[in-house]
């Protein structure tokens, strides 16, 4: 018999049959057990090297940070050698595993969880955030007592449908594609980075699914139907049969849809729309390209960086050449860094901010930051001597954040005319409106960019409050809101008002749901991950503007965010009643 798992979000949509792998990530635990009198030198040894293992690899973390120029983050590290040289730990675990018995693993968890509770009571900032450093030893160390391996999604090497309790967007950038056929997991959101790059892999997965890692053992066979958003495991023959002629009914549907690639994204009454593609690391634009998109309008160049090591100029410079090469003549708009929010580097995890997606995210990052961001600038502007760069900095919240930012930008400019290195002296500088506030300052910030390209995904996280990663809150997340309506609106109208194109590279440009409406609202340039290209390409060139501008003239009259809904779903069901919404 097979068991049907309640609704999950659908992050990208498909549908696959295989075995279930449950991933545990970083998630520690505790083995607990007694040692006999004469294995008590074995364990205490066991414990030295454990700390001499996890001492040599925070040097050496801390060495890697200080020569990437991030010296303010190796602090932390000292912090947590110094907490591994202190006999409150370390001395005090030898007494315990000596006269208590109890193997060292058990013993040091008992002794981070007694300091833990002990600095949670204290009423003392700086104390109270050394509980991160703590838990962050307490993982290292049980990890290196235990000697296991973590396991590494690249490493899958044969066909798998994982599952897990999160995935950060590195570990999902690193799937291994040609064995990992989807994912499912307990937490997440749509507009989750995580989510994100499952469509643009073009790897089916369901989010948000609260505890179905409870219920899914590896091994077990099951489907994923990331159409509806449920998953059946151990499903019967018959169920298996249904499901993979249904899998095939949705490929020939895309093969049809293939044959508009070189047809061009026009409406009826002729208006020329241009569709781009996002992307997140270089091996992504073939697919960008075949799908026929006319540049690239977002990279998030920040996924080069997820990884241990900060690439120097010369290889974030080559990373970029390759894609300016594949997309010439077309366009390709690089987005400067865009760390924190659920994109941490591997230097923020062990100083998490209490809000990360209000903290020092992105922008802000990149002005506390100089040293990373000087870098990066000089490598984007070596790249523009190669074809048609833009620079796109994210998430400006206020115009002097804007003009810190060229002030940087035409620093660095003026170091590469010195040395005579070639670049794009008129390369284009916009930015991306995220932010409520650069909706309402946007006639100011218009003054000082040459583009603006709007990111829905957090500016309906910013306008509504709500956090786009958390499942717990994704029935509040509504980009149809009409209270976000209002703010595309008015950035539409400023950007024409100050004769400045503007994009939209959130999600909703790539979904078929929004395209209608997105043209009655003025956009005509869309960035969007290529799940979706073809469907959005088939709208537009089924409709004119002028009926789109009716459409979101009368959404825009409506008071409840149910009645958009119901306008928006009404109008595509009457339209185009084949595609799946
Ligand atoms: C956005 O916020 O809409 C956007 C495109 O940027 P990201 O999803 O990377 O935050
Ligand atoms: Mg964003």
Not at 77 to 101: C, G, Q, W, Y
Not at 174 to 190: E, I
Request: negative net charge.
């Amino acid at each position: 018999m097979s068991k049907r798992i309640k609704k999950g979000i659908i992050a990208s949509p498909g549908i696959r049959i295989g075995k279930a792998l449950v991933f545990h990530g970083d998630e520690v635990k505790i083995p607990k057990y007694h040692i006999d009198e004469n294995r008590l030198d074995d364990e205490l040894e066991r414990f030295d090297e454990a700390v001499t293992k996890t001492k040599n690899e925070i040097l050496e973390i801390q060495e890697k940070i200080v020569s990437d120029n991030f010296s303010d983050l190796a602090e932390i590290f000292s912090t947590h050698l110094m907490a591994l040289e202190d006999p409150i730990f370390v001395e005090r675990a030898r007494k315990k595993i000596k006269s208590e018995k109890r193997n060292a693993e058990w013993i040091v968890n008992d002794i981070s969880i007694d300091l833990i509770n002990t600095l949670s009571k204290i009423e003392d900032e700086y104390l109270k955030e050394r509980i991160i450093d703590i838990s962050d030893i307490n993982k290292r160390l049980i990890g290196n007592l235990q000697k296991k391996k973590k396991m590494n999604l690249s490493d899958v090497n044969e066909n798998s449908i994982i599952f897990a309790s999160d995935l950060t967007p590195s570990e999902t950038a690193l799937l291994n594609r040609q064995f990992v056929l989807a994912f499912v997991t307990d937490r997440g959101g749509k507009t989750s980075h995580t989510a994100i790059m499952a469509r643009s892999m073009d790897i089916p997965a369901i989010v948000g699914m609260d505890d179905i890692t409870s219920y899914v053992k590896t091994g077990d066979y099951v489907i994923v139907d990331a159409v509806h958003g449920e998953i059946l495991i151990n499903p019967s023959e018959d169920e298996i049969e249904e499901y993979q002629r249904y899998q095939k009914d949705i490929n020939d549907a895309e093969n049809e849809l293939a044959k508009l690639t070189n047809l061009p994204a026009q409406t009826i009454d002729n208006t020329e729309i241009f569709i781009y593609g996002n992307i997140e690391i270089p091996e992504e634009m073939e697919t960008i390209r075949s799908h026929g998109a006319h540049g690239i309008g977002l990279f998030r160049s920040e996924f080069l960086f997820l990884d241990k090591t900060l690439p120097n100029e010369e290889s974030q410079l080559c990373q970029y050449k390759k894609v300016i090469d594949f997309f010439k003549p077309y366009p390709v708009t690089i987005r400067t860094l865009d760390f924190g929010g659920d994109k941490l580097h591997e230097y923020m995890k062990s100083h998490r901010e209490m809000n990360p997606f209000l903290g020092c995210r992105s922008i802000r990052f990149s002005l506390k930051n100089t040293d990373v961001f000087k870098t990066q600038l000089r490598a984007i502007l070596r790249a523009s001597a190669y074809g048609q760069v833009k620079i796109m900095y994210p998430m400006i919240s206020t115009v002097e954040e804007l003009l810190q930012a060229k002030e940087i930008t035409y620093e660095m400019m003026r170091e590469l005319d010195l040395s005579g290195t070639p670049y794009d002296k008129n390369i284009e500088i916009g930015i991306m409106i995220e932010v409520p506030s650069a909706v309402i300052a946007g006639d100011i910030l218009a003054e000082h960019v040459d583009f603006f390209s709007v990111g829905t995904n957090d500016l309906v996280q910013y306008v509504l409050a709500v956090d786009r990663v958390n499942e717990k809150v994704a029935d509040l997340y509504n980009p149809l809101d009409i209270s976000v309506l209002r703010h595309l609106r008015t950035i539409s109208d400023i950007a024409s008002a100050h004769s400045r194109p503007i994009s939209i590279c959130g999600e909703i440009a790539g979904e078929p749901k929004f395209t209608m409406m997105l043209l009655g609202l003025g956009f005509r340039q869309l960035s969007m991950s290529s799940k979706y290209m073809y469907q959005v390409k088939r709208i537009i060139r089924s409709v004119t503007i002028e009926e789109c501008e009716s459409l979101s003239r009368a959404l825009l009259q409506m008071k409840r965010t149910a009645d958009i809904e119901r306008a928006v779903v009404e109008n595509m069901q009457q339209k185009f009643p084949d595609i799946i919404i």
